[in-house]
């Protein structure tokens, strides 16, 4: 048996080799080959323990990243799905906005009131206001004369100025 020696400072070795001791066997190398099996098999059976742990491992592994996948699509599906119903709400309020410019302009709601609630639409009258600063700063001239108009008596105003001669 070789085993190192080390020679310490005084001259001494730091420990005493022990000699080597054989094991009888009653059949000499049956001991070995026993231990040899033994050891190929545990090591086997660690071998298939580990590889085994490993395959449920990166199982476990795969199917943690499946539905981690599948949760990202359904997210996506979802967003998507979001995102038309958006869409086609806007498109609406759109068109929502444009029926309601529609209906407060003057021409639909003048035609609204002719239409439906049998109003009648007038001539073209064009009035003029004039204020006193206007014809007191000389702006414009006021009428000269404004002529007062009486009214006509008529058939009954007549026969009432009859009676009322008749008693005098």
């Known amino acids: 048996m070789a085993v190192p020696l080390r020679k310490a400072a005084n001259g001494n ?3 005493v080799p022990q000699p080597y001791r054989q094991t009888v ?9 026993q231990r040899q099996i033994q050891s190929k098999s545990s ?20 199917i943690s990243y499946i ?14 799905q979001l995102t038309a119903q958006n869409e086609s709400v806007m498109m609406e309020n759109e068109r929502i906005k444009g029926e309601i410019a529609s209906k ?12 439906e609630l049998g109003m009648i639409k007038e001539a073209n009258i064009q009035y003029m206001v004039l204020s006193d600063t206007v014809v007191s700063e000389g702006k414009m001239k006021p009428a000269d004369t404004v002529e007062e ?4 008596p008529g058939p009954m105003a007549a026969v009432m100025d009859f009676i009322l001669a008749l008693k005098k």
């Open 13 to 15: 070795y730091d420990y």
């Open 25 to 33: 066997s009653p059949i000499p190398g049956k001991r070995l080959a």
């Open 43 to 62: 090591y086997r059976s660690t071998v298939a323990f580990l590889l085994s742990t490993m395959a449920f491992v990166l199982f476990l592994m795969g």
């Open 67 to 80: 539905f981690v996948k599948a949760g990202v699509t359904r997210l996506n599906w979802e967003v998507n």
């Open 104 to 115: 407060k302009s003057l021409d639909r709601i003048e035609a609204i009131a002719i239409q």
């Open 149 to 152: 108009i009486e009214p006509t």
